[in-house]
């Protein structure tokens, strides 16, 4: 049985997100970090009961990898929101692209567990 992590006491930032699906209102992102022993580990992060998505301050309708993978500057629940800031990398030509996503629900909830 995988045992979901205590939030409070872990952060994502420096992250690399690896992955991601979309299933209705819940999202699953596939992250890998270093631990304080610098171990990696990979944990998906789920996001469920999401009703509204904000991209930079944008609607949309959903969640998508804009590279094969990105850089996590923060991922944290405040309230009601779910917070997700990611720098996109693009390696030819090298730039990345910083986006900010607020998934918003009455009944949301992240959870993370080592995969």
Known sequence: ????????????????????????????????????????????????GIESILRNDVPIQDFKMETPDGEIYRLAQEGQEVILIVFWHKYSPHSHTMRTYKMRGAEIQLRAEPS
């Open 1 to 48: 049985m995988k045992v979901p992590l205590d939030l409070t006491r872990f952060s994502f930032h420096d992250s690399s997100l690896i992955g991601a699906s979309q299933h209705g209102s819940t999202i699953v992102l596939t992250v890998e970090y270093f631990n304080d022993d610098d171990v990696e580990v990979s944990v998906l992060a789920t996001i469920s």
